[in-house]
């Protein structure tokens, strides 16, 4: 008896199936949004959780609003270790860099 495909109504695997699956160079690009994500967020909370603006985180860390709002774009990929350390610092928190295994399903695709 012929085993039956299974279908889902998951739009990001349909997508994820349709798009990325297969492609070495889309698979990067995912990974390598969801690290500007991560790190946009990252900053994105841990200023709001202190309560500043980016006015005023800016003024801190010695650089200017729309730096920060850069920063804070997910589009965004040009984060340095040194602008991230001076954030860290200005919120009184220390950056943490680590590799980790990449366990993600994306990442044997």
Do not use: C, W
Request: no cysteine.
């Amino acid at each position: 008896m012929a085993r039956r495909k299974q279908m889902t109504s998951d739009a990001v695997k349909i997508l994820h199936r349709r798009y990325i699956k297969g492609s070495k160079k889309r698979l990067e690009s995912l990974r390598k949004q969801r690290d500007n994500l991560e790190v946009a967020e990252q900053i994105y909370n841990l200023r709001t959780q202190a309560g500043l603006s980016q006015k005023e985180l800016a003024k801190l860390v010695g650089t200017t609003q729309s730096v920060i709002s850069r920063l804070e774009d997910a589009d965004y990929n040009g984060h340095s270790l040194t602008m991230l350390r001076k954030i860290g610092a200005a919120l009184h928190k220390k950056l943490q860099l680590r590799f980790v295994p990449d366990r993600s399903e994306y990442a044997y695709a």
